[in-house]
T-cell receptor, first 111, second 112 residues
Framework: GESVGLHLPTLSVQEGDNSIINCAYS??????FIWYKQESGKGPQFIID?????DKRQGQRVTVLLNKTVKHLSLQIAATQPGDSAVYFC??????????FGAGTTVTVRA | SAVISQKPSRDICQRGTSLTIQCQVD?????MFWYRQQPGQSLTLIAT?????????ESGFVIDKFPISRPNLTFSTLTVSNMSPEDSSIYLC?????????FGPGTRLLVL
């Protein structure tokens, strides 16, 4: 079946460095993608989204890149801070509004 | 965005019993969703609950086990019936609002 997956389950990054989290998707019909951050004991928090008619979108310290040719999505976090330590999920959506989630990448920020 | 609350935030239950989880949204929304997140894993959609229609369940989830109510545009409940230890999970409510999906804080359920 079609699925969303993440390339790396864990990422350790030095405070102040940039982080890149990758995600592969396989459903070519997906037209909307979302990155969520989930801290321990909390629900997923919306970070940034991108529609399939775009290839880049920037937010505050975060950038999402979408490469539809190779079905790849990435989240870049600039100047990573201790508060960025969390599990990050990518999710894809088709036209029925259902989200399909990747496995999640655990980001640990080293002081 | 939408602000979502869930009750209870956590519970410990005995096998064979049932638990009803409440989800309240601060604005009217058409589409609500219930997800399950097993320990250390990703999110799996249980069902979609739209006001005025029966909930639609994903493969592997049935109404007898997870009955859902959606009485109005700001509220929904999910019941986990006849619980077993395998039902120990985080149950999350989500809504479609402003073109995206937002999640509640989750209900952490432990079944003994």
């Amino acid at each position: 079946g079609e699925s969303v997956g993440l390339h790396l389950p864990t990422l350790s990054v030095q405070e102040g460095d940039n982080s890149i989290i990758n995600c592969a998707y396989s459903n070519s019909a997906s037209d909307y993608f979302i990155w969520y951050k989930q801290e321990s004991g909390k629900g997923p928090q919306f970070i940034i989204d991108i529609r399939s008619n775009m290839d880049k979108r920037q937010g505050q310290r975060v950038t999402v890149l979408l490469n539809k040719t190779v079905k790849h999505l990435s989240l870049q976090i600039a100047a990573t801070q201790p508060g960025d330590s969390a599990v990050y999920f990518c999710a894809e959506r088709t036209n029925d509004y259902k989200l399909s989630f990747g496995a999640g990448t655990t980001v640990t920020v080293r002081a | 965005s939408a602000v979502i609350s869930q009750k209870p935030s956590r519970d410990i239950c005995q096998r064979g019993t049932s638990l009803t989880i409440q989800c309240q949204v601060d604005s009217q929304v058409t589409m609500m969703f219930w997800y399950r997140q097993q320990p250390g894993q990703s999110l799996t959609l249980i069902a979609t609950a739209n006001q005025g229609s029966e909930a639609t369940y994903e493969s592997g989830f049935v109404i007898d086990k997870f009955p859902i109510s959606r009485p109005n545009l700001t509220f929904s409940t999910l019941t986990v019936s006849n619980m077993s230890p395998e039902d120990s999970s985080i149950y999350l409510c989500s809504v479609e609002a402003a073109g995206t999906q937002y999640f509640g804080p989750g209900t952490r359920l432990l079944v003994l």
